[in-house]
């Protein structure tokens, strides 16, 4: 009897990528988990329409969403995938394969990436990678995280994939710094609960540091001079991320002076009856 396969998808507003999402996994999943945000768009329907379990949870971080969903899954094998990726036809046939194979003892995939701006790939300048993707269901945990995945292989049997996920991350302009901005902000809080403070060096040093990276360093250049913007659109997330910082350093400051008024009259007021 072939092993049942889960597929994991949180959504969010995410009709625009879902259908083809769900479509190229359909010939493999057993169930279909969707963890959705009060989305405003079709995004339940066409998920209703692939018979997905749909679970609606306000967001809190990305981390807890697929807790959340993770407790969900009754397959064998998990297959973590987001709304805006497509599972390749070489990726599916490969994936069959490894979960039907009663005599594998690899727990985890990592699964190379194919990343695609304004529908064009790239390979260079940080966008060719692999992630942690298939799991047998027993064998990981999902730590809570306001932006990356954390998740926790409880053994070192890992295995690594040929096919790749399509990843149509980087669809418009409007998209793209919509998206950056958001992140910006998770990443910020994340930061900011972590201990780490801001400043103007971080301001202004990181976002160029950040360009320089992708596109010189990584050799983004390599890809054309068409993903310049996408670049700029990561410096301007790390912008976003440490002045996002900063403010919320300086309301931590205002709120601690705030706080030690009364103890400070109260401390006068002793010395004045002494």
Known sequence: MSAKLSVLMITKNSAETLEKSLASIKKIADEII???????????EIAKNYLAKVYV???SDIGKQRIYGFKKATGKWVLILDCDEIVSERLMKEIQSKIENTRITINSYYIPYQNFFLNMPLQYGGENYKMMR???????????????????????KIGYLKGKIFHHS???????????TDYGVRMAKEKYFNGEKSSFRKIFLYPIHMFYSRFIKDEG??????????????????????????????KDLILNIKLSFPRRRESRAKAFVK
């Open 170 to 180: 980087y669809r418009s302009f409007s998209q793209i710094y919509k998206k950056f």
């Open 34 to 44: 969707i963890v959705d945000s009060n989305s405003t768009d079709r995004t339940v």
């Open 57 to 59: 949870k306000e967001f």
């Open 134 to 156: 298939l799991f047998r269901r027993t064998k990981i945990n999902i730590e809570p995280s306001l932006v990356h995945n954390k998740i926790e292989v409880k053994d070192k």
């Open 221 to 250: 250049y390599l890809d054309g001079l068409f993903r310049i913007p996408l670049d700029l659109g990561f410096a301007y997330m790390e912008l976003v991320t440490y002045i996002t910082l900063g403010y919320l350093n300086i």
